[in-house]
């Protein structure tokens, strides 16, 4: 896919050149420069009447007429040169390729130290343009019988830098494209029906990422559950004709296993409610309910590709939330893992109680830190929107880390408190240890508080993506439906964690 050249060729033949601009340049200096001559200068000229322009986004195309074997040269504007970071041109590269692919181009060539200004230097650019062209040009292909033909696809990026060494661009584009690659994986698991995938076909997949990366596989069955007590997951799973699975990964890239990094994703394959039904309205895409275990596996796959120095263990509860005459009732009490009790007061709530057993086990596995990810509440779409996750936290340094790898992964990220007052109400019940619905008020907070109490003094930070995991509206760095949310933060994390006390 991405080949790499350190010496400006004219004469290569490429059906296009994609070159950044700044502003309006005052001069045109190298590369540009040289076409600028055989163009008898008629490149400033374009530039000087901005026919060429340097706005953020804006393409033109020029055409050669056959003055070199580059049919074209496109230039993509990067907007103000000082305002230009490394999210503005990811974002502006996913942009680029998009379009470009959507104009049928297969071939194309990229002048990247065109890009180069400021404190992006070039390898952090070449990473942005592997991540942007993988997550820009990424689709569903889904189930229509008339899709099948073979749309055009760019299969080709040649990139010119005389900025640094070809093999460490290479490196750095091909870490880009795996960031990229593995948010895809997250997205079409989120983007298939529930139908097509259950909690079996979910343990299946896993299973392949085991295969292929070398990771530990455990999968717990439905009499695993029972022995170990996981009276949680499967109280959300006896409404159902699918057995549930508890999944487990490791990856052990430290000699000893110590600071264990525990990722724990909701994997509710459909979420009808249960008896607490959802509305005809309301239950429409709760295929999408399994987000946060899409986005644990999509880390997992950056993390087996990757391969840094860090112990992993991901946890995914896996079933659907269905009715039936068996299934789980408001009123029921149900027994946890941990051994704390649980009053159902509402089946809906079904999130918080398979990641209760989750994260018990994540525990019992080893895990000294805790990032639990899941679709958990509407809640969160109130306060923040759909463009935000939510985090809640039990520790400061943790959620630094966290928050700091979802800024340059440029997925947004906003804090929700616990005060003593929330565990109140997550606690308050007559006749069980915790109720799983205390109320509509702030119930995003009250849907991570519970998740806390099962985390218990283990550093934890939980990440409500119940408004981010999927989008009504094509953007550059991918198309409508699943996003991928928070799956490059969460392999980010891994990759940069450093224990603390
Ligand atoms: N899966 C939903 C949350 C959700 C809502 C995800 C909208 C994506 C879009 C979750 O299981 C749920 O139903 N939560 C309830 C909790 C309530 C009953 C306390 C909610 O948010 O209404
Ligand atoms: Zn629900
Ligand atoms: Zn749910």
Redesign the pocket.
Known sequence: MFQIKTNWDLQASHAGLIIGVYDRPAKLEGFLAEVDQAFDGHLTELFKNNEISGKRKEITVIHTLGKFNIKKLIFVGLGKEKQSNFENIREVFGHAFKMLQKQKYTELAVALDSFVRGDVEILDLAHALGEGFTLATYRFEGYKQKSNEPEKQINSITIYSELADPEEINAAVTVGAVYGQGTNSARTLVNLPGNMLTATDMANYAEELAARYGFELEILEREDMERLGMGALLAVNQGSEQPPKMIVLKYDGKDEWTDVIGLVGKG?TF?T?GY?L?TKDGIV??K??MGGAAAVLGAMEIIGELRPEQNVVAVIPSTDNMISGGALKPDDVITSMSGKTIEVL?T????RLVLADAVTYAKHHGANYLIDVA?????V?VALGEDTTGALTNHEGLFEQVLESAYEAGEQMWRLPIFPKDKERVRNSKIADLNN?PGREG?AI??GAFVGEFAEDTPWVHLDI?GTSVTKRDYDLGPSGATGAMTRTLALLVERFEPMK
């Open positions: 509710i979420d409610g607490s959802k895409g709760m999408t309910d509402n809906d709530a079904e999130g679709t958990l509440t509407g809640g779409i619905s119930h009250m849907g119940a």
